[in-house]
C-alpha cells in the first residue's frame, strides 16, 4: 500500500477498572479494537489517518474517551454520541501468572445501536471507500442481529472497491446466546475477509480446530491467515506458503491484557508500509512482549 491510508476500526470501547493486589482500582479506558486503533496510530504515525467507529453517551467517561482518542491521534469522526446512553464497562482481575479474568456490564452500552441511528446511514457509507477496515468478533456480538446485517453489507461493498477486509476472532461466550448463533455470524463475516488474525485458543473454543492445521485448512478462501498462539510461536500462511515465526521470550509477565490486540496491531501496520508476512509477524510479536510487561490494556506513550 503507497501513500496515506485511511484506517477504520469498528467496535467498542469500554470504562476499564484494573484491579490491583490491594484491591484498589484504577480507572481507564479500553476495548479490543480501540486498543488495536491506538497502537496502530503509534506505529503508523502520519503514515495513515485511523479512524474509530463506535457510538458513546453525552457522559463524562465518553467526553474523556473522545479527549484521549483524540491525543492519540484517533479520528473522532465516525464516532456517535448517543442521548441517554453510555458506554460498557468492565473490571481486570489478574492473577500472579498475569492470566487475566473480566466481569462486565455492557447490555446497554450505546455501541449496540451504532448502525442502527439515522447518522449510519452516511457512515456506513463514507466506510466504503477506506483502504482498511478492521473489526473483531466482539464487533459482531455487540451489534446485534441488525448491526450484523449492516456490517456485511459494507463488506461486500468496500470489498469490491478494493478495501482491505481485516478480522480478528477474538470470541467471548458471554456476548452470544449460544455458540451456534455466534458461528453462524463468524461464518458470514469470514466470508469476506482478506487477513484474518486468529487465536487458536479461540477458535479450538468456538469451531474445534484443535490444530493450526484445521485453521488453515478452514479457510482456504482467506488470502492471509495469521494464528496467534499467546507464548508461543505464531504461524501465518500468505500466497499458499506457511510460516512459523517464534515469539519474544520476556523475563516476567504483568499482564496479559491486550497482547493480541498489539500484535494484530504491528501486524497490520507493517503490511500497511508494506512489509513482508515474515516480518510483520515479528513486529506482532516485539509489541506484544512489550504490552505484556505493563497493567492494562495501553502501554504509556511515553
Known sequence: MNGKKRIAAIGECMIELQQRHDGSLQQ?????????????????????????????GYDSFSDAMCQGW???????????????????????QTDARGERRFLYWRNEAAVRDCF????AGPILADLRDYDV????GITLAVLGETGRKKLIELLVEARIRQCLI??????????????????????????HVDLALLTLEDEQALFGHDYAHGVFT?????????????????????????????????????????????FSAAYLASRVRGGGPVA?????HRLASRVIQHPGALLPRE
Open 70 to 92: 483524540a491525543e492519540e491521534g484517533i479520528g473522532l469522526d465516525k464516532v456517535q454520541r448517543l442521548p441517554g446512553r453510555l458506554p460498557g464497562l468492565y473490571c481486570i
Open 218 to 262: 478452514a479457510y482456504p478462501h482467506i488470502a492471509e491467515v495469521v494464528i496467534k498462539r499467546g507464548a508461543q510461536s505464531c504461524l501465518l500462511r500468505c500466497a499458499g506458503v506457511t510460516h512459523e515465526i517464534p515469539a519474544q521470550k520476556v523475563e516476567q509477565v504483568v499482564d496479559t491484557t491486550a497482547a493480541g490486540d498489539a
Open 28 to 56: 481507564g479506558f479500553g476495548g479490543d479494537t480501540l486498543n488495536t486503533a491506538v497502537y496502530l496510530c503509534r506505529e503508523l504515525g502520519q503514515q495513515a489517518q485511523v479512524d474509530y467507529v463506535t457510538a458513546l
Open 133 to 136: 477496515l478492521y473489526f473483531s
Open 280 to 284: 510483520a509477524a515479528e513486529a506482532g
Open 116 to 119: 442502527n441511528t439515522a447518522a
Open 166 to 191: 481485516v478480522f480478528d476472532n477474538n470470541y467471548r461466550p458471554r456476548l452470544w446466546n449460544s455458540a451456534e448463533q455466534a458461528r453462524a455470524a463468524y461464518l458470514q463475516a469470514l466470508e
